[in-house]
């Protein structure tokens, strides 16, 4: 069982900055990929920002410029820095991570969210 904790949000004026934070624990071999995904009222959940463990960050074209996701591996630890705010970037955002166990299961996780809330 792996626990996500995310933490950062709040609210904010737009052009404002926030940075999320994700902390994984429990039991667990070692966490592969994290994402930070959102999802507004009335709106289906939509990728944020993915980064693996050893690979290539992604982000959404909505966000890509404005966002930046990173992790310490050390910490198991995901975080999202949002800078340049905007209203539409209203939502709960909830972090997602794959994590192996030792006997070489991946199994997915998700965290309770956290809101974000950007006034114009």
């Known amino acids: 069982q792996v626990d996500l904790v995310e933490s950062g949000g709040g609210l904010v004026q737009a052009g404002g900055s926030l940075r999320l934070s994700c902390a994984a624990s429990?039991?667990?071999?070692?966490?592969?990929?994290m994402a930070w995904y959102r999802q507004a009222p009335g709106k289906q959940r939509e990728l944020v920002a993915v980064?693996?463990?050893?690979?290539?960050?992604n982000y959404a074209a909505s966000v890509k410029g404005r966002f930046t996701i990173s992790r310490d591996n050390a910490k198991n630890t995901v975080y999202l820095q949002m800078n340049s705010l905007k209203p539409e970037d209203t939502a709960t955002y909830l972090c997602?991570?794959?994590?192996?166990?030792?006997?070489?299961?991946?199994?997915?996780?998700w965290g309770q969210g956290t809101q974000v809330t950007v006034s114009s």
């Open positions: 429990g039991s667990f071999a070692s966490i592969k990929t």
């Open positions: 980064i693996p463990s050893g690979g290539t960050t």
């Open positions: 997602y991570a794959q994590a192996l166990t030792g006997s070489g299961f991946t199994f997915q996780y």
